[in-house]
């Protein structure tokens, strides 16, 4: 059964940095793209970054630039490295994995086996 444990969100001021983890179980983390969402109340979860089994990456713009979207496969353990945080980067924080790596297939695949989510709070 594949689980995603999802940690290190927080409360933190504008401008401030988290790096958050998502553990994989169940599953061979090198065989696979894995993936950040993000959602807030009332809207749909939002495919923020991806990185393939070749450690190729693709984010949304909305956080190009700023995040950074990594991997350890003898940790089966992916993370997001988030600088320069703004108030709109507030929402609850999920790891998936896919098949593909292509951003447009991504952003239109269902997935399932979330995890409970790590919140990040950016507010002054």
């Known amino acids: 059964q594949v689980q995603f444990v999802e940690s290190g969100g927080g409360v933190v001021q504008p401008g401030a940095s988290l790096k958050l983890s998502c553990a994989a179980s169940?599953?061979?983390?090198?065989?696979?793209?894995m993936t950040w969402f993000r959602q807030t109340p009332g809207k749909q979860r939002e495919l923020i970054a991806a990185?393939?089994?070749?450690?190729?990456?693709d984010y949304a713009d909305s956080v190009k630039g700023r995040f950074t979207i990594s991997r350890d496969n003898a940790q089966s353990t992916i993370y997001l490295q988030m600088n320069n945080l703004k108030p709109e980067d507030t929402a609850v924080y999920y790891c998936?994995?896919?098949?593909?790596?292509?951003?447009?297939?991504?952003?239109?695949?269902?997935?399932?086996?979330w995890g409970q989510g790590t919140q990040v709070t950016v507010s002054s």
């Open positions: 169940g599953m061979t983390l090198s065989l696979f793209t």
């Open positions: 998936n994995r896919a098949v593909t790596s292509n951003w447009k297939i991504l952003v239109r695949t269902h997935f399932d086996s």
């Open positions: 990185i393939s089994p070749h450690d190729n990456t």
